[in-house]
Each structure stands twice: as C-alpha cells, then as structure tokens.
C-alpha cells in the first residue's frame, strides 16, 4: 500500500469523548440532508441553466459569457462548454445515481464543443474541465465493468478530454515551458502573446490531469509537458528558504510577487507536487514536498496561523491577513501524515466560521473580517474530512453539521445556493460556481456517508484539486500507454523504495511522522476560544452599521462623530469620510468607528464588482415655438438598484408633478397631486430609496430624482447608479438626472405643467435633438431662477461646518483619481450624501489577490 496515501486515513488511537458522539440515525440524516442539498442546487442548474456554464441563482437563469456583463478574471473560467454539468459528473457517481450520472454523459457527449473563439483560463480548464472529462470517462469505464451499466459507452468522454487538451498545449510554448495563463480555445495563443505573468499554482497544478491524459490517450506530450513546467518551477524556488513566490514571467522565470504562503496563487502547487508522487510514484515530486513543507513549516506557520512572508526574507511577514483558500493546507497535513499542526489550523478556522457564521474570504491575524465574501468554497470541508477519516474523531462530524447548517440558513435561495457578498451581512450574490457542486455538496456528503454507503472504494483513487477523481492505478502505466481499466487493475500498487533522483533529497521519513497517538481533543484544548478570546463578541449592539447610514439623519451624524469619523464634501457632491481613532468618544467607539469603515470598504467594493447597469432616458416633447421648431428631447438617466427594471420596450409614461416638499424626507404636502404621475424629486437629506416609497404611497407612478450639485451633467459625468437600503419593496421605475439635465426638464415643466414624460431604456429611445443645447442656452434666467429657489441644496450647507473638523494627515491608500478610498491614520471610504450609492465604474475589473 502506498504508505503516504494511507498512513494519513489511519484512525489515531484513543477514547472518543462522549460529548461530541453522533449515533447513526443522526449521521444518515445528515448525510441525506447533504445529498438533498446537492440534488436542489444540481437540478435548479439543469433546469434554468443548462447548458450554460454556471447558474445564476438569484436570476435563475444560466450565466453565458458574452451575454451576461463581464465580471473580469473571474470570467475566464467559463468556456460555454457547459461548466458545471462536466464538472459535477463524477459527484453524481459519488451519490450513486447511476441513472443521472449516465444522462449526463450523454448530454456532454452531444452538446458540449470547445471550437469557441474564447480566451479561458488555463488552470481553470485544466482542473474543472479536462479533469471532470477523465474522471468521468474513468468512472463510465469503472461502471461498466463493476455495475454493468452503460455498455454503450466507448470512450467518447477521453476522446474530447484529448480534445481539449491539444487546444490547451499552445500555453506551454515559452521560453521556460512555464504555460501561459490564458488560451484561446481555437486559435491558441494568437493576440495573447504579451501575456508575461501566471500565478505558480496556475502553472503547477497540471500535472494529475496531463499525466492522466497522456496515460489513458497513449499520447505522451501532456504529460512531458506538464513534468517540464513542474520542473522549471522547481528550480525557481528560492534556494535558501526553498520558498515559492505567487507570481512569476513565464518567459524569463523571474519573480514578479515574491510572497510565499499557502493560500491563493500558490495553494495547489504545493498539493500536486504530493499527489504527483502518490498518483504517478515518481520519487523527485516527494522530495520536493517535503524540503517545501519544512520550509512552509518552518516559516510560514506560526502556530495554527499560516501567514505569508516574503521568499527571500522568510522571517518577514508580507500581509496581515489570511485567506480562505488556505484551508485547504489541513487536508493535505493529513496526507502528509502530520496530524498534530492540521488539528490546530483547522480548529482556528472552525473558530473563525462560528464567529462569523461562513469563512470570510480573508481575515485579519486578530480574526476581523478583510474581505467579506464568501463564495461557497469547499476547501474548510475537505480538510474536515480528511482529519475525520484519519482520526474517526466525531467532533468532525459535529463541524460539519454546523458547516451545514449554515449554508442551509445564509446561502440556500429557492434558485440553488447562493454566495455570500459579505458574511457580515448575510447579502446574496448572483453566482453560484460549478465547485459547488463539484467540491463543496460532494465533501459535505462523504462527510457523514459510511463506506457502505458508497458505490466506490474511494481508496482505490485520489482527489484532484477539484475533488476528481483519478485511479490510483495510472501509476502502473507509463506515460506512453494507455491504462487498461478493470477490477484488478485498480488495486494499490506496491511502495518504491526510496531512492535518491535527479538531486532531490528522500531524507525525510516516507511514514508518518507523527507520533501522536492522543485523541485530537488533546491538541485543541489548549486552542479553546482562541479567536473569541483575541477578538471578543461585543456585549452591546452596535450604534450604526454602514448600509444604514443616512446623512441627514442627525442621530446617524452625531454617531459616526463619536465614532472619530468626520465627513466633508468633494467637488463632485460626494462626501468623504475620515476615521481618526483619537477623535472618538471612547476607545470602544473607536473601535466600533473602525468596524464602520470597513463596512464602508467592503460595499465600495461590492459597488465596484457589481455589473454596470444600462443607462435610461427621461424623453418628452417640445412644442413649437417663434424661434424653434417642435422637437423631441431625450436626457439620458441613471438608474436605480431598487424599484421596476424598466427592460427591452417597457416604459412608463405620464405627466409630472413636483413633489411638495421636493426633497421628500418629511411628510408629502397634498399628495393626491402625484397620484398617476411621475413624481420630481430633489435629491438630498435622506435615502433615494425612502424618497421613492414616499411617492409610491401617494400613487406616483414613477420618480425622477434631480442632482442637487452644481454643473453636473450627463455628458461630463459617469453613469450614477442610486443604490438601495437591502429591502427592495419599490415597485415604480426611479431614475436620475445630473443638474444641466435636470434644468432642462424643468424648464420645460414651466412652460407645459401638464408635460407628459416616458422613462424608458435607453437602448429603446431616439437621440436627443440638435436643438437641446441651443434651447437650454435660450432658458430665460429669471424663470430658472424662480425654480432654482426650490432646488437649493443643503446637504453642502449641513456639511461644511464639519470641513475644519477633518484636518488630519493623509497617507494614501490607493488611486484617489475617483474619489476612492484613502487612509487618514487609519481608513476612509467616499459616500453620496443620499446613503449608499453606485460609484462611477471603470470598465477594467479590479484585480485582487484571490
């Protein structure tokens, strides 16, 4: 038996503590619960998505890359091949569904292409695809042979895995052999040629599905590709610290990042070079592991924390925060065989979720939340896993079912399963990725099935980085035949004694070198409240949360002050907000002043990801006049987060009434007025989305909200988004318009009190007319004047007393160039007067470092 697979799953010897026991009736509902989970996100998938690559769960309608609005690199995931189908097949085997498993073979067979002119991420094909397609075509063949289902079945999954990875291997055509990170699936490499950089996992984390490729094909390039690409990152290690860095040239091997960690943009390097050796037996990929673990051991983790620092100063931490993908690094401790540091990493991340409820994307050294999403990950449930098999301790079992539980209660939508935005406020994203499927039901199942329970001697294969799985017998067929699958071929080959290849080290031990024959509960004991002892739950509530912070509601005001926070104006109308922890009340409102602006990081953030919206238009006639023709005008608008969607050849049209008072935060004065009208409003003093329920109630039939700022125009000024409060109960269409536009408006309203308005997309109205700029120059200043008085902003006025009061130091953060955020001792995020809104968006993705 390879002992390196299976010393990891050996159960430690010793009592199990009663407190943490789950009797069987308990564990199979629980593991029935799991398979229902899966079968409700997989058929909301099947049935509104397909063949679409991913699911939109809050749409529930399929994500098609080129119809849906770019989401940047995440979107290099998806090829239109059908994603989360190919990727969720072997999960289906996994569950037993023979009937379902052989469907939707027969889908992939039929629908699925790559002859698509698509650029797609190299790594991400690579593991979710190319791996889904073996492990399925694996598991047809292991089926036929075990179950004596699916005689039809020859092959045709590995020949479109071959397929697939001929259009993968222009990506290894550079000067190092280190692949590119993006291809074109038809046309290779062309146009992206001066792409310079990849992440080390993206290179390295090729090997399994090549080298299984090359061995089920008989077609060895993949392989030799992929073994090269392998090599060349060896040999770009740092040779003191034997660290790797996160991103490197792929044409000149220098490094561009030299942050080491385990976490994102490195992870599963680290992972395939062990399973290289488990899965393949080639002795040079163990030596490799073990002299990078003892680096990362020696450097890296710092008790149960794994912290990055820098790969040629490795005593010098690079950031203070972790991120979620390291959770992963528990899981492959137990492969390894050191069960000791796996029980305290994991533990200090089940710590994190019960504080915060799911795993934040990246939290701080104190256990604040850094990036708050959370999109379903799977990899906190595969180390769970792991460490229950080797231990069969049930306080695992106990981490799952709460693990459980919370994506039952925060992500579970009627569509499937839903990402978290922000795990501190529960708020869903439309996105649900096909590792959910994939990895994250498929963990969470075999969690609490029992080996009887399965169709597969799980055994007898290795998990991919995606949780595929792939034969433990390729080890037996080298890399210029194909692997002959049947029952006495997938048994466990014989170990290979250790040698010495190629210059690697075999010094350490090829068994576990733990010794620990104690229960786990020994080792986390002394971890107990570990991070609620660091980073306490607050006993009282919190003053104000940032989504419902108003600026003209003087409670909210007088808080954020005592929080340290001052406010002042920019030119654009904007506000500012500057954190000084000196100018707090007190130390907990500081603190709590802290919490604040990274609430307001976060949701700048979230704006700046969310898709662009389309513009609207506000469209009305003119009559004719001694000096012009009758003309139409059409003024384009901003739209809102909340309220009607105006789509395709919807429209709203009506006369206008303005609203008294204009500004609608207090009562409406003879609201009756606005009753079948379109509703003008003055933007100021309280929440767009307040202003829009106040004239819905009057039986307004839409709103236009007017830009209190002065000389804002829509031909100078990026598309302004009016966001909402989280509670969508406005069902009138609500647009903006910037200042120059709306004095047109008005102007017309001063001629004609009955003019009749239509709100449309603007995909769907004529352009303006040529006349529009001449006939606003020719408005007559005294009536602008007059109605002007009722449009005076004070929001500017209410702010400036507090402009003195913000003379701290600043340090930047990052480009100020829009208004974003700056550092004033401590954070600052910029916001609309009105509460949250759409900051002008750039049409390049933010890059971030998961």
Same mark, same amino acid.
């Given at each position: ?71 940047g ?96 291997l ?15 699936l038809?046309h ?35 392989e ?11 040999q ?32 599963s ?9 488990i899965l ?30 820098l ?97 039952q ?61 792939? %034969? =433990?017998?390729? &080890?037996?067929?080298?890399? /210029? +035949? $194909? ?9 466990? *080959? ?32 002394p ?39 001052a ?31 990274q ?8 704006q ?6 389309? %513009? =609207?238009?506000? &469209?009305?006639?003119?009559? /004719? +006049? $001694? ?9 384009? *608008? ?7 969607e ?88 609500v ?45 007559? *200043? ?19 007393k ?24 401590g ?24």
């Amino acid at each position: 038996m390879w002992p390196l697979l299976l010393l990891g799953l050996l159960a430690l010897i010793g009592p199990r503590p009663a407190a943490f026991a789950m009797d069987a009736l308990e564990r199979s509902q629980l593991r029935e619960e799991a398979r229902d989970m899966f079968y409700h996100a997989y058929r909301a998938y099947m049935e509104n998505a397909y063949p679409a690559d991913e699911l939109m769960p809050l749409s529930c309608k399929g994500r098609v890359r080129g119809q849906e609005p770019s989401r940047g690199d995440i979107d290099d995931s998806l090829g239109n091949f059908s994603l989360t189908l190919v990727d969720t097949l072997d999960t289906l085997a996994v569950l037993g569904d023979f009937e379902e498993f052989e469907h939707g073979v027969k889908l992939v067979i039929r629908d699925v292409t790559f002859d698509t002119d698509l650029v797609v991420s190299v790594f991400e094909t690579n593991i979710r695809m190319l791996g889904g397609l073996l492990s399925a075509h694996i598991l047809a063949e292991y089926f036929q042979q075990r179950a004596g289902i699916m005689s039809w079945y020859r092959g045709e999954l590995l020949s479109m895995a071959k397929d697939l990875g001929f259009r993968l291997l222009p990506a290894f055509n550079t000067t190092t052999g280190i692949p590119h990170g993006r291809v074109n699936l038809r046309h290779g490499m062309r146009s992206l040629e001066n792409l310079r950089e990849t992440c080390t996992a993206c290179a390295g984390t090729m090997v399994l599905e090549m080298a299984a490729l090359s061995r089920l094909s008989g077609e060895p390039v993949f392989e030799e590709k992929a073994h090269r690409a392998m090599d060349v990152l060896w040999q770009m290690r740092h040779r003191s610290s034997d660290l790797m860095g996160t991103v490197l040239n792929i044409h000149s091997g220098d490094w561009v990042r030299r942050d080491s960690g385990v976490g994102a943009g490195i992870d599963s390097y680290y992972e395939y070079c062990l399973k290289a050796y488990i899965l393949l037996g080639e002795e040079k990929y163990l030596g490799r592991f073990n002299r990078h673990y003892d680096a990362v051991m020696k450097y890296i983790s710092q008790g149960p924390l794994l912290l990055d620092v820098l790969m040629h100063r490795p005593h010098t931490n690079s950031r203070n925060f972790m991120d979620a993908l390291l959770a992963f690094w528990p899981g492959l401790q137990v492969l390894k065989g050191d069960i000791r540091p796996a029980v305290e990493t994991h533990e200090m991340l089940y710590q994190v979720i019960q504080r915060h409820n799911l795993l934040p994307e990246a939290f701080t050294t104190d256990f604040q939340v850094h990036w708050g999403q959370h999109p379903l990950r799977p990899e906190f449930l595969e180390s769970t896993y792991f460490l229950y098999r080797a231990t069969q301790d049930p306080y695992y079992l106990q981490v799952g079912k709460h693990a459980l539980q919370a994506l039952q209660k925060y992500a579970r939508v009627p569509c499937g399963y839903a990402a978290v935005k922000d795990v501190r406020t529960a708020a869903h994203e439309d996105r649900m990725d096909s590792f959910v499927l994939a990895e994250t039901f498929k963990y969470l199942f075999l969690l609490f099935a029992e080996p009887a329970d399965l169709v597969l001697d799980l055994d007898e294969f290795i998990f991919t980085t995606e949780a595929h799985l792939l %034969p =433990l017998s390729l &080890s037996t067929s080298g890399n /210029a +035949s $194909a692997a002959q699958l049947n029952p006495s071929a997938l048994k466990v *080959a014989p170990p290979i004694e250790p040698t010495a290849q190629n210059g690697h080290d075999l010094d350490e031990p090829r068994t576990c070198p733990s010794t620990l024959h104690l229960f786990p509960e020994s080792v986390r004991r002394p971890l107990k409240n570990m991070v609620n002892g660091m980073c306490p739950r607050r006993s009282h509530r919190r003053k104000l949360h940032a989504v419902q912070f108003q600026v003209g509601n003087p409670e909210h005001m007088k808080a954020v002050r005592d929080m340290g926070i001052a406010i002042i104006t920019l030119p654009d109308g904007r506000l500012q907000l500057l954190h000084t922890f000196a100018n707090a009340r007190s130390a907990s409102d500081a603190e709590e002043g802290l919490q604040f602006m990274q609430e307001m990081v976060e949701l700048s953030k979230a704006q700046a990801q969310a898709p662009d919206s389309t %513009p =609207l238009t506000v &469209s009305y006639r003119v009559a /004719a +006049s $001694a000096h012009t023709p009758a003309h139409k005008v059409v003024l384009t *608008a901003g739209p809102a987060h909340f309220g009607r969607e105006l789509k395709g050849n919807e429209r709203v049209v009506a006369s206008v009434a303005l609203a008294e008072p204009l500004r609608v935060c207090a009562a409406l004065e003879q609201p009756q007025k606005l009753k079948g009208r379109i509703a003008v409003i003055e933007r100021g003093d309280c929440m767009f989305i307040d202003k829009a329920r106040r004239v819905e109630a009057a039986g307004a039939v839409g709103a236009i909200v007017l830009d209190n700022t002065g000389g804002s125009s829509s031909s100078t000024s990026s598309m302004f988004a009016m966001s909402g409060d989280g509670t969508n109960d406005v069902h009138i269409p609500v647009v903006f318009l910037f200042q120059q536009d709306a004095l047109q408006l008005l102007q017309a309203v001063s001629l004609d009190p009955e003019l009749e308005v239509t709100l449309q997309d603007s995909k769907n109205s004529a352009s303006s007319d040529p006349l529009l700029a001449e006939a606003a120059e020719a408005m007559d *200043a005294r009536l602008l004047d007059s109605i002007l008085d009722r449009l005076k902003g004070s929001v500017n006025d209410f702010l400036s007393k507090q402009h003195d009061q913000a003379k701290v130091n600043s340090i930047e953060e990052g480009d100020d160039e829009d208004g974003h955020i700056r550092t004033k001792r401590g954070r600052s995020r910029n916001l609309d007067p009105d509460g949250p809104s759409e900051e002008p968006k750039s049409t390049k993705e933010p890059k971030e470092e998961l």
